[in-house]
């Protein structure tokens, strides 16, 4: 994600977007990234104990990947809008 914000930063001056085949290049490597990331988190063991009804439980670790390549689209926004900030620091 670093090098895409140093990306859209040079290209904010110069272009104001980036091009279709560098996000789509991105967007390939920032899914690769998060599939690596998934099948290295395999699901956390049961609790020892009587079997507990509802949704199995997930690292913390395994929450963030979820959230990262469910929402990835807003994720990733300010590489399609160079008005949306990199962070929401003010400072």
Do not use: H
């Amino acid at each position: 994600m670093l090098e895409i914000k140093e990306t859209v930063d040079k290209k904010r001056v110069l272009a104001g977007k980036l091009e279709q085949d560098k996000i789509e290049v991105f967007k390939e490597r920032y899914d690769k990234i998060i599939e690596a990331g998934l099948d290295e988190n395999p699901p956390v063991r049961p609790r020892d104990g009587p079997k507990m009804r509802g949704r199995k439980r997930k690292s913390k670790v395994k929450n963030l990947l979820c959230r990262l390549k469910d929402y990835w689209r807003q994720t990733l926004a300010f590489m399609y809008d160079f008005e949306i900030p990199f962070d929401n620091s003010q400072a």
